[in-house]
């Protein structure tokens, strides 16, 4: 069983910054592969980035690219998301996620367990 508690979002205006973390709990937690997805009102669950359980592999959604970088410390059983040059229509819940073993997926149907999420409004 993992927990999973996101922190960090927040307001920011568009072009600012914010760093996204997600706690695990449990003694597996480097057993996890775990990823980031979003939800905007009324739009379907998108992936956003993904990481293996080393942390030797990312990938990154097309749509955050160059602005977004996902990484993690197994140490402090924790995954960051950081988000530069927001822009408005970065506004979502943003949710962590993990799945059992080493390599990361994109399908949201592939992750064992979610966090409750976060909210992120970026203002034009």
């Known amino acids: 069983q993992v927990q999973l508690v996101e922190s960090g979002g927040g307001l920011v205006q568009a072009g600012g910054s914010l760093r996204l973390s997600c706690a695990a709990s449990g003694r597996t937690f480097s057993s996890y592969a775990m990823g980031w997805f979003r939800q905007a009102p009324g739009k379907e669950r998108e992936f956003v980035a993904a990481?293996?359980?080393?942390?030797?592999?990312?990938y990154h959604a097309d749509s955050v690219k160059g602005r977004f970088t996902i990484s993690r410390d197994n140490a402090k059983n924790t995954v960051y998301l950081q988000m530069n040059s927001l822009k408005p229509e970065d506004t979502a819940v943003y949710y962590c996620a993990a799945k059992y073993g080493p390599n990361w997926r994109s399908k949201a149907g592939e992750y064992d367990y979610w966090g409750q999420g976060t909210q992120v409004t970026v203002s034009s």
């Open positions: 990481i293996a359980w080393s942390g030797g592999s990312t």
